[in-house]
């Protein structure tokens, strides 16, 4: 299934919930169970998000959001229950597929913002270590995607990072982008590199505007460093 179809299917299925709220009889939906033959429920907790969720489980954003139908990754709540799939299970046609070399091969991620680096990989504030770099940049300048990929996570406030926007390349990698003070993609979004995603901000827990940028392989962090030209 291609990403352009999925997306479709998904506007698809907002647009009937609506419909279906307006009718008298509810038509009977399958349970998750049925469709994944193995997996877990998950009661949402106070603070959560479905990123915190898929790091727990070690499975994706878009895992979770195929298997519950969920109409904006953005919106759970307190006591909602999830059903989480198994690892890997019927996952592969929701994760962004690279069609051309990236870190893995030829090329390298781009700089998502032109400025000073003024917190490396690796370095403490107190009991925080920072799994990425902070750069520094003028409030409002546009952060670019380090690469082609697909929006699998969009959060408003999320706890500490405050606007943020992560992106699944394919093959594993994954990239990350804090504290900006505006948002200019969905979770869903196909976006191509040098694409412009969000605004730098100051939000969360940052005092001065600059953008947190992580690449993360599986759910590990990586020295940006590594992968930057």
Known sequence: MSIKRYTYILVSFAIALTLIGCASVRPRLERPSARYPKGVYYEVKRGDTLWKISKLYDVSVNDIVRANRLPDATKISAGQKLFIPRHGGDSEELKYTRTSPGVWGETKFAWPVSGKVI????????????????????????????????????????????????????????????????????????????????????????????????IRKGHEPQNPFNYLP
């Open 119 to 214: 917190s490396y990989f690796g370095a403490k504030k107190g009991l925080i270590t920072n799994k990425g770099i902070d750069i520094e940049a003028n409030e409002g300048t546009g952060v670019i995607a380090a690469d082609d990929g697909l929006v699998s996570f969009v959060d408003e406030n999320m706890k500490g990072l405050g606007k943020t926007v992560i992106i699944d390349h394919g093959n594993g990698f994954s990239t990350v982008y804090a504290h900006n003070s505006e948002i200019l993609v969905k979770a869903g979004d196909e976006v191509k590199k040098s694409t412009v995603i969000a605004k730098v901000g100051k939000t969360g827990r940052a005092n001065e505007p600059y953008l947190h940028f992580q």
